[in-house]
């Protein structure tokens, strides 16, 4: 078959393929199991392989670019305005074949299995403090029915974990020591995984040449920059550090109608899980901002700007400032972020 691009929908057990050829004629239409997949694939010429952005997808990017094709993978929210009439799988290959053909559609880079290990560890850490943060919520809500109360913060419920110990205290009977000592065991054993991940994600940084880099930004540690450097491997896929920014759901929201253009809160595309960790970032570079040691436009917009918006712009800062030192190669130029915008 002289099939030019294929359009592959992706599932656990069985995919669609939708191939045409270089005049657009379609030459294949067909399910595949995935047993058949690796020997399907190979027994074609090299040709363009679109899929969309989904699970188990940088899998099979690197396997089917191994038989030496061409895979690009496409945002699935792009593919949709492809998609004619109901949606079914056939329907899904088809719009993903047209999609990757168009010149202006663009593409995510195919992460690394040391990349993708990276983001593990951090989807795994995430994971584990949610798990620690109900831990504690319920250990609170539960001992609040007693009388029984600490101070707000994960640190302080050592607190009350400490209370479950003393054999002195009687204010809680028997039958819900048994309760809230298994939570306590639980919570327990998640603070060292959550220990145990952490290490591991800042072992990974500590290897990587680009990450250790990212951490010399104020605002952006270990963490921050081993989750930039595993996500966003490839700088170039973004003209601008304006770009970048977008990406990330940190530029306003735009409603432009007749030539006027209205400009709303930011826009919250993209990764919400590094844009969350930016903000975090920028918050904790506002809390050392004081008069004389921090930059006149920081502390500038500090007197005009509330608080919060004020670290969505330091956020967006810093994102312009990782893609110029990712795109160019560069460490950080200390006082960069304290620059006039």
């Known amino acids: 078959m002289k099939v030019s691009t294929i359009g ?4 656990k057990h069985v995919f669609q393929v939708h191939g045409v050829d270089a005049s657009g004629a379609v030459v294949v239409r067909r399910r595949v199991r995935r047993s058949e997949m690796l020997r399907f694939f190979g027994r074609l010429e090299r040709c363009l392989i679109g899929m969309e952005a989904c699970a188990t997808a940088h899998h099979w990017a690197r396997e089917l670019r191994a038989f030496g094709h061409e895979v690009r993978l496409i945002p699935p929210q792009y593919v949709k305005a492809y998609v004619k009439r109901n949606k079914n799988d056939a329907a899904d290959a088809e719009a993903i074949c047209e999609a990757v053909r168009r010149p202006s559609m663009r593409f995510v880079p195919v992460k690394s299995v040391e990349q993708q290990a990276a983001l ?3 989807r795994s850490r995430e994971l584990l403090i949610r798990q620690r943060t109900m831990l504690i919520n319920a250990l609170r809500g539960h001992m609040a029915e007693y ?6 913060g994960p640190g302080n419920a050592a607190q009350l974990v400490a209370l479950l110990a003393d054999p002195a205290d009687d204010r809680l009977p028997v039958t819900a020591l048994a309760a809230l000592r298994a939570l306590a065991r639980q919570l327990k054993m998640a603070e060292e995984q959550i220990a145990a991940v952490h290490g591991a994600i800042v072992a990974w940084h500590q290897a990587s040449d680009a990450s250790r880099r990212l951490a010399g930004v104020p605002g952006i540690g270990p963490v921050i920059a081993s989750a930039i450097v595993a996500t966003a491997p490839d700088p170039s896929a973004f ?9 990330l759901g940190l530029v ?7 030539g006027r253009q209205s400009l709303g809160r930011i826009s919250k595309r993209g990764d919400s899980y590094l844009r969350r960790l930016l903000i975090n970032g920028a918050h904790s570079v506002l809390r050392w901002a004081k008069k004389g040691k921090s930059s006149p436009w920081l502390i500038g917009l500090l007197e005009r700007r509330p608080r919060s918006v004020v670290a969505i712009a330091l956020a967006n800062k810093m994102a312009r400032i990782v893609w110029a030192m990712l795109s160019r190669g560069e460490d950080y130029r200390s006082g960069a972020i304290t620059s006039a915008a």
Do not use: Y
Request: charged share 10%; glycine share 10%; aromatic share 6%.
């Open 8 to 11: 592959l929908d992706l599932a």
């Open 252 to 258: 306003p929201k735009q409603n432009a109608t007749g």
């Open 120 to 122: 593990m560890l951090h």
């Open 147 to 152: 009388g029984i109360i600490a101070a707000q």
């Open 239 to 247: 003209a601008s550090g304006r770009h970048f920014a977008a990406w």
